[in-house]
């Protein structure tokens, strides 16, 4: 079985560390952009099946990187989750006009993570 590609856009390593953590031996190829720009300019090579963005990243945020991505067709249809440590009523407007399926509040446990993911892809 061919495991799905999940890029995500993270800047804190701690969470990379405890991502790619998570990651091993499931499923899902964890590709990882320190920032919003990074995850830009992967996203043609790696043709990720979903994008875990945190919403504030350096160079853009993750709002800002669904901006750049509704441009595209190709692009706009990717399942997006955003990760914040924000109160979910500052970004919960965002969440609908830019087509993010779920939002996960940091800190988070692995099996909420895997939980939002399993819910997006429909798994």
């Known amino acids: 079985m061919d495991k799905k590609k999940i890029l995500i856009s993270e800047d804190d390593q701690y969470i990379v560390d405890f991502m790619s953590h998570i990651f091993r031996g499931t499923n899902y190829d964890a590709v990882f952009a320190r920032d919003g720009y990074e995850a830009l300019q992967l996203i043609p090579k790696e043709n990720p099946a979903l994008l875990i963005l945190d919403y504030m990243t350096p160079k853009l945020n993750a709002f800002q990187l669904c901006q750049e991505l509704n441009k595209n067709e190709q692009y706009r249809s990717i399942p997006k989750i955003v990760m914040t440590a924000s109160e979910k009523n500052e970004i919960?407007?965002?969440l609908?006009?830019?087509g993010i399926k779920a939002l996960v509040k940091k800190p988070f446990?692995?099996?909420d993570l895997m939980k939002a993911i399993e819910t997006v892809l429909g798994v």
Request: no cysteine; proline share 0%.
């Open 92 to 94: 919960e407007e965002g």
């Open 96 to 98: 609908e006009k830019y």
């Open 109 to 111: 446990f692995a099996n």
